[in-house]
């Protein structure tokens, strides 16, 4: 049930039950266990644009987090079987162990149409035995995501350290956690840094204490303008000449931290298949993406900020949104995609070898 009072009538998929949230496409083909893993879904319905969903499974190598985070899932065709040697549970049995809530049998196409056309929206799964006004009316009373301040709710509760791959540390990197994914920790582990990750509502004392060569702002859910706490910290460790380097969240809180606005998309970019240009060599990459809200900054020119010049590095190319920011006087750059993409793609992975480049050049 949509909030502007539209329905679907499909089959319980997961456990049986109500679920409400704010409903939203992805639209990747693969890689549908790390989108359920991944935090920055919390408190969202997610909606599959690809028809056959569960083909191969759930293994118990590709969780993104500890859990689900998806509010509920809604899937046209899901697979009878689980097609992979890696597979142990079935897709089906693993929504239904954690509790989470789903329909399938949907015309998730018509779905999705409506989204693009009205915009993401509030939403609920329930028994379609349910008298539909009484549900239309709890899912208009449920919480927008306008003005939701959820990092803190999906972030760890206590600091862990992510020891470097390599034999020795090259870098240590403080990285608040504002909704993070296993990938990301690990890719920074991969190039010999030493990651200490901290809760999201750690300050820059907590950060700076740990005398980083670097500070990692993560992805995470929910209205970046609600994360006052995150910007200020922030703007300490660039006061501090750090260098920082932010993934979607974490984009939206630099920018912020600049003196950008930011803002609700219509119906947001969520997919493993968006494509981005690079603005200052032309280069596109094809990006995994998953943001409701974005940066307002000139797509053109150099801006001045508190913090000297900025300029938009990338734009994506379906919508001409603002996808990356480069700083010019202090240490800092940001991407709204995510270049750890664990299922890919991985066309922006060389992003972390020039975190790790910036880190080398302060030291």
């Avoid at 689980?82 to 049995?93: E, P, Y």
Wanted: net charge negative.
């Amino acid at each position: 049930m949509l909030e502007d009072g539209r329905h679907f009538v499909g089959e319980a998929f997961g456990v049986r039950g109500e679920a409400f949230g704010e409903v939203v496409f992805a639209t990747g083909m693969t890689g549908y266990q790390e989108t359920l893993t991944d935090p920055s879904y919390h408190r969202q319905i997610v909606v599959m644009t690809a028809p056959h969903i569960g083909n191969t499974g759930v293994n118990d190598d590709d969780n993104e987090s500890e859990r689900i985070h998806v509010a509920g899932f809604v899937v046209r065709d899901p697979s009878r079987i689980a097609s992979s040697w890696r597979a142990r549970r079935t897709l089906d049995d693993e929504l239904a162990d954690a509790g989470v809530v789903g329909v399938s049998g949907i015309d998730t196409r018509a779905l999705t149409r409506h989204l693009r056309e009205r915009g993401a929206m509030r939403c609920g799964i329930g028994p379609a035995t349910e008298d539909p006004g009484e549900l239309l009316q709890r899912v208009r009373t449920s919480p927008s995501m306008v003005g939701a301040d959820l990092a803190p709710q999906v972030s760890t509760r206590a600091p862990y350290v992510v020891r470097a791959a390599t034999d020795v540390p090259y870098f240590r990197v403080a990285a608040l956690d504002l909704g993070m994914k296993r990938a990301t920790p690990n890719a920074l582990s991969a190039l010999g840094c030493e990651v200490h990750v901290l809760p999201a509502r750690s300050g820059a004392d907590e950060l700076l204490e740990l005398t980083p060569d670097g500070v990692f702002l993560s992805n995470g859910p929910g209205d970046p303008a609600a994360a006052d706490y995150a910007v200020q910290a922030v703007r300490r460790v660039l006061d501090a000449g750090v260098p920082v380097f932010g993934i979607c969240f974490g984009n939206q809180v630099l920018a912020r931290a600049l003196g950008f606005e930011t803002y609700k998309l219509t119906y947001g970019h969520r997919g493993v298949n968006q494509p981005v240009a690079e603005t200052a060599t032309g280069r596109i990459m094809v990006t995994s993406h998953n943001h409701g809200f974005a940066v307002q900054a000139p797509l053109d020119g150099v801006t001045q900020t508190p913090y000297g010049r900025v300029e938009v590095s990338h734009v994506a190319l379906n919508d001409n949104v603002v996808e990356g920011l480069a700083c010019l006087d202090v240490p800092a750059f940001s991407v709204q995609f995510h270049p750890e993409a664990a299922p890919g793609p991985h066309d922006a992975h060389g992003l972390f070898e020039r975190f790790r480049d910036l880190m080398a050049a302060r030291r």
